[in-house]
Nanobody, 119 residues
Framework: HVQLVESGGDSVQVGGSLTLSCAAS?????????MAWFREASGKEREGVAI????????RYADSVLGRFTASLDSTKNTLFLQMNSLKPEDTAMYYC????????????WGQGTQVTVS
């Protein structure tokens, strides 16, 4: 089992920036291949924002955040970050970190989520 703890959510103004963190721990962490940030806005389905293989550097981004969000992984700290710039009201959502054996995330472990509000 892998535990994920997100932090960094806040209320910010349009055009502002935030950095989210997701710390992973647990004996099974090294067996997981993929980490990602998802978000779920009120009344909408959860969507993938940034997906990254833990052993690589390539990250896939949702079109809606491309060029504004950057995901990075600090392997020494087992922590996934999400740098969010030029925030828009439509970025308002609960942001969740996920980890799984596969980047299709068939059976992910989820964190508890961290709220981002842009107004």
């Amino acid at each position: 089992h892998v535990q994920l703890v997100e932090s960094g959510g806040d209320s910010v103004q349009v055009g502002g920036s935030l950095t989210l963190s997701c710390a992973a721990s647990g004996p099974d962490y090294t067996s997981r291949f993929c980490m990602a940030w998802f978000r779920e806005a009120s009344g909408k389905e959860r969507e993938g924002v940034a997906i990254r293989a833990t052993a690589g550097v390539t990250t896939r981004y949702a079109d809606s955040v491309l060029g504004r969000f950057t995901a990075s992984l600090d392997s020494t700290k087992n922590t996934l970050f999400l740098q969010m710039n030029s925030l828009k009201p439509e970025d308002t959502a609960m942001y969740y970190c996920a980890i799984d054996h596969w980047c299709t995330f068939p059976r992910p472990n989820w964190g508890q989520g961290t709220q981002v509000t842009v107004s």
